[in-house]
């Protein structure tokens, strides 16, 4: 590793992964990795599919670019006790953080560190290095460690929208410290043309959020309605464990204008979505997550591929860039959401002028002037 611009992202997740949240902690750090940032990704052998083996990561997140790797050992029982999931997670959690800041501190080799853990922020910033914390939802654990950490001018947070910024903001000591960017798209997976197929859908993401159900069948319920036959819906995500479930749910008797693709990489969904004219957004009301505070990478992607997007009205989704081009629908209401459909030819996709501030290779070098890498920021006026 060169002796400057060194970044350490440490995170408690699991690589390669079939989720939004690995596949956006990838994105970045192929990004940062292109603007000349030397990156080494930190993170816990949490289960038996955990890899450090780079070319392994190369062909499931469909990248080519080099970066170190450091799979450190996870000997703590999450993943390994089958009850008590979620407290066990927390535990491990916070024990392995504990284990990684030891690591990390006896080799002091890093300029800055990213993450995503609120364990691993809280021991960098006791330990007096400099960290940048990305804080994609609020937490009780959350509220406790902000409150604590941002009180030394060696802790930063990347706040992904406006949203959780005001939540946490009364914690925020020192200005400079604090910055909101929204997720974003790779160019690069967008440079494709592509042929729209005509009335095609397409929802991208985890079936499972959270251990729950995204709220697919109400969706699929639509799509039984006459007024939608001239319609096609591709739905690209897994697990097929889940997929087997919403079949079963409903006798066998999935409407033929309804595919589901399970899961594709990200070069195939990317496929899928520049084919497509019609982008939807739909989660279930039960986590607050996703009513106040998401924004979804896919979201960004279906812009980037020029798609009209439809969304269940939550005021997450009011909050996002460009809100006003979207088409809402109330949630299980099959009237609205068919309502919806109909007003599609009354919008256009946004225009790629507007929408180009949302590229990852953006948000990157926006992040590189917020960490103050030596080389990399825009000079100072």
Known sequence: MNSKNRLAYVTYQSFPADTANSLQTITNIIELTRLGVNVELVFPERDITCSDNLEKLKEFYNFNDNFKISMLKHNLPFKKIGIFEKFMFHISHFL????????????????????????????????????????????????????????????????????????????????????????????????????????????????????????????????????????????????????????????????????????????????????????????????????????????????????????????SHRELPFSDNILFFDENNKASFIDAVKKLNKTKPIEKEKYNNFSLSKRSKKIIEFARLEGLEPPTL
């Open 96 to 315: 392995w953080s504990r284990q990684a800041v030891k690591y990390i501190n006896n080799r002091k080799s890093h300029d800055v560190y990213l993450t995503r853990s609120d364990w691993i922020f809280f021991f960098l910033t006791s330990s007096g290095r400099n960290v940048i914390f990305e804080c994609h939802q609020p937490s009780k654990i959350r509220k406790l460690v902000l409150k604590r950490c941002l009180k030394n001018e060696n802790a930063k947070v990347i706040f992904l929208n406006k949203k959780l910024y005001l939540t946490y903001k009364k914690y925020i000591k020192f200005d400079k410290n604090s910055i909101i960017l929204e997720n974003g798209y790779r160019e690069s997976l967008f440079d494709k043309k592509i042929s729209k197929k005509e009335n095609q859908m397409i929802f991208v993401g985890q079936l499972l959020r959270f251990g729950s159900g995204r709220n697919l069948d109400f969706i699929i319920s639509c799509f039984e309605d006459k007024s939608l036959n001239n319609f096609n819906l591709k739905i690209v995500g897994g697990p097929v464990e889940y997929i087997e479930i919403i079949k079963e749910k409903k006798g066998g008797m999935i409407p033929d204008n309804i595919t589901f693709l399970g899961r594709l990489d990200h070069n195939q969904t990317v496929q899928v979505m520049l084919e497509s004219n019609i982008g939807i957004l739909i989660n279930s009301s039960e986590n607050i997550h996703s009513t106040k505070f998401t924004s979804p990478l896919k979201y960004f992607e279906y812009m980037a591929a020029q798609l009209k997007i439809l969304a269940v009205d939550f005021e």
